[in-house]
């Protein structure tokens, strides 16, 4: 269970009641006595209490940058390909968010171990060794391979020797998708409960080119793309104060092309209600070399404007997007929030001390960052 009791230290440091992120050319091992196989889904870290501001009402998400590949997860596929699905360094760039008043939600499994966006009946038939029990859902990115669970690597190749048993998916599913949508799911209903209203921003990130089975092969794609399911998912104000972030650092932008998003804020966004999801894809070669995972010159300057583009959505949103919600009402609301700093029934998995470097980004190679405020 995560608890976060002081106000975080600067955002390049950890607090020590935060989950452990370990680098990423490594693996997790399990604390003693626990197989990997049982580890929890997710890790949530929330505001530390005495920093409520109107940030609150932004709930940030990285659903793919899962690092901690449980035993029975035999791929075929090298390890090194299967790494291509995660969103790499994602959430170690949106790692300031509960800094700054928000609460990130992190998926600790591998994106082909469980897509945690996608619907959880979107199983591919052909990775089935048995029948289902029941009726099957499956969509367009199962007929691409990369389903609820991938039967796909990035390039091409099977991602298993074999098919897998109905049970083993079902096992998957209970231990890390449906805890993992239900975790989503009560933090912005807490959220809206405390607000009225709930921002989601699901992050990504994206390869630069499409690939031969994306909607948009050999296409080089802009620096970042919002999806909001064409204005069916979130407020126009949101997506375009989102937008204006990145344009006027010279970032390239496009919205709903070639991601519109999918499940997660298909799910979840609902602007009548005053519930709005944003999906923001980032290119990775912006941050990191494709190949290798390793983060670039561009690391640093991205990780800074991301910082600044949180700050600027906490202070701007309840008077562009929201008049109603003012500072005065925001601080009486937090109370309401404060379950989010252990969300009751929530458990989180922290790395064992053991396996924890003396500095994750260092190991990582991550450029260390200065703090402060972030450049204009």
């Keep these: 269970m995560a608890r976060c009791r002081e106000a975080a230290p600067p955002c390049r440091a950890r607090s020590r009641q935060a989950p452990v992120r370990v680098p990423p050319q490594r693996d997790a091992t399990a604390p003693p006595g626990r197989p990997k196989a049982v580890r929890e889904a997710h890790a949530v870290r929330a505001a530390p209490p005495g920093r409520r ?3 609150p009402l932004v709930l940030v998400l990285t659903a793919h940058a899962g690092e901690y590949y449980p035993d029975d997860f035999d ?17 170690r760039l949106y790692g300031c968010a509960p800094a700054l008043g928000a609460t990130l939600l992190e998926a600790n499994f591998p994106r082909a171990y ?9 199983i591919d038939p052909e990775l089935l060794a048995d029948d289902w029990g029941e009726p099957l859902a499956p969509g367009r ?10 039967r796909l690597a990035r390039n091409g190749a099977p991602m298993y020797r074999r098919r897998l048993a109905a049970a083993e998916v079902s096992a998957r599913i209970r231990r890390a998708g449906i805890p993992y949508h239900a975790a989503l799911a009560r933090a912005l209903d807490l959220r809206h409960l405390a607000f009225g ?15 031969a089975r994306s909607d948009d092969p050999g296409r080089e794609r802009a620096d970042v793309v919002l999806g909001d399911r064409d204005g069916t998912t979130c407020e126009a104000a949101f997506t375009h104060l989102v937008a204006e972030a990145f344009a006027s650092r ?7 092309d070639p991601y519109k998003g999918v499940e997660i ?3 979840h966004g609902r602007p009548a209600e005053r519930r709005h999801s944003l999906q923001v894809e980032v290119k990775r070669t912006l941050y990191m070399d494709e190949a290798s995972l390793l983060p670039n010159a561009g690391y640093a300057r991205l990780e800074r404007i991301w910082r600044g583009r949180r700050r600027a ?8 997007v929201a008049p109603g919600l003012t500072r005065p009402r925001a601080a009486a609301a937090a109370k309401l929030v404060r379950p989010l700093d252990h969300l009751s029934g929530l458990r989180c998995h922290v790395a064992p001390a053991s396996a924890r470097p003396a500095s994750a980004k260092a190991e990582a190679g991550v450029p260390s960052t200065s703090g402060g405020e972030p450049s204009p």
Excluded at 197 to 211: K, T
């Design 250 to 256: 010279g970032y390239s932008v496009a919205v709903n």
């Design 313 to 320: 959505a906490a202070r701007t949103r309840g008077e562009l």
């Design 53 to 55: 501001r109107v940030a």
């Design 197 to 211: 209203a709930v921002w989601h921003v699901n992050c990504h990130s994206m390869p630069a080119v499409g690939d």
């Design 265 to 267: 804020v298909r799910r």
């Design 75 to 91: 791929h075929a596929a090298p390890r090194q390909v299967v790494r291509q699905a995660e969103d790499t360094h994602v959430a």
């Design 141 to 150: 990115k199962t007929a691409q391979g990369i389903g609820l669970v991938w």
């Design 114 to 122: 469980v897509d945690a966006n996608r619907s959880l009946a979107d």
